[in-house]
């Protein structure tokens, strides 16, 4: 039986188990300040990458690096530069970064595209780095790019069992995404849709392009019954997170959402890998290229397989204290 509000974190592949060590810093490292880059979809005061960059920053932090001392960080957000991805992606490398972070495979193929001599950490999810190209194998990436991946094709699956249990009488998944991004792994689809044909549910598209189009399509959804939705993450889902929960309660549908923080701004109930541990991992390859290391050779030395790469495992599901009683079958 799952147990609401229970968070267990389970990290695998090379990154972090816990928190990045301490290490003295080498003379070379102390004779600059070290810069490093981000781009971001969101907005920089986004309160979720904001969470996320606290347990960023505080990984480097334990690591040696502390911001104003012999750290700069620059963050450089597509939405919020209203800038198309290549574009943005021109300023972050114009930052001059010892190192850029690339937040989700937007980013990471914008930054993919436009540089091969600048060293990229990515923590992107839900694709895989190999097949979009990133890197060339997952246990020795090659080129300028290393990262995180938080890639579960089986999550898919999960997402429906989950909503059956939150809503037994359900018979509808509806999916909502942006498909002009083209950043759902499909993998993940489909093992969405094979979990859903196993108890009998169908499987409803629900595109939105513009934030216009969230309370018409997840109304019209509505309008039949035994519907509930599951929305995989992309970058429109994400910024609009705040319309597409209020559309949901609205209309009291049963909605699963790809990360933490839908539940925790009131959604119903999530299921995903931890994110701040994903910066957190982020934190080490960082260290590493700052010291010296290639992305194609930077390896953990608290791997646990073989990958240089590292994958973030699902946790428990979070289930919205608040919002329980869309829930005609509440987990307990």
């Not at 971001?40 to 932090?61: I, S």
């Not at 300028?144 to 898919?156: A, C, F, K, R």
Request: aromatic share 6%.
């Amino acid at each position: 039986m799952m147990r609401r509000r229970t968070f267990i974190t389970l990290i695998s592949g090379a990154g972090l188990s816990g928190r990045v060590g301490v290490r003295s810093l080498t003379a070379w490292a102390q004779d600059r300040i070290r810069r490093v880059g981000i781009l971001v979809p969101l907005p920089a005061t986004d309160p979720v990458f904001r969470r996320n960059m606290e347990a960023f920053t505080a990984a480097m932090k334990n690591a040696g690096w502390i911001e104003g001392r012999n750290l700069e960080i620059k963050v450089v957000s597509i939405i919020g530069s209203g800038k198309t991805p290549g574009a943005a992606a021109k300023d972050a490398i114009a930052l001059s970064a010892d190192v850029l972070i690339a937040v989700t495979p937007v980013a990471a193929d914008a930054l993919h595209k436009e540089t091969s001599a600048v060293p990229v950490v990515f923590v992107v999810g839900w694709i895989n780095p190999v097949a979009a190209g990133f890197v060339t194998a997952i246990n020795r990436p090659a080129g300028n790019m290393t990262g995180i991946t938080d890639l579960e094709p089986s999550l898919g699956g999960k997402w429906v069992q989950l909503l059956k249990q939150i809503a037994p009488e359900i018979r509808r998944v509806g999916i909502v995404y942006n498909p002009d991004e083209g950043t759902i792994s499909a993998p993940l689809l489909e093992t969405l849709k094979e979990g859903a044909r196993r108890i009998a549910v169908d499987v409803v598209d629900l595109p939105i392009r513009n934030e216009a189009e969230i309370e018409n399509v997840i109304a019209a959804f509505t309008n039949k019954p035994n519907g509930g939705l599951i929305s995989p993450s992309d970058i429109f889902t994400a910024a609009h997170r705040a319309q597409i929960i209020a559309a949901t309660n609205r209309h009291r549908v049963p909605a699963i959402f790809p990360y933490r923080y839908f539940a925790l701004d009131g959604g119903l109930a999530a299921y995903s890998p931890d994110q701040p541990s994903e910066f957190r991992q982020a934190a080490y390859f960082v260290d590493r290229i700052l010291r010296g290391e290639k992305p194609e050779t930077s390896r953990s030395k608290r791997q646990i397989s073989s990958s240089s790469l590292s994958t973030s495992r699902p946790q428990t599901p979070l289930v919205s204290p608040s919002l329980q009683q869309c829930s005609p079958s509440p987990m307990s």
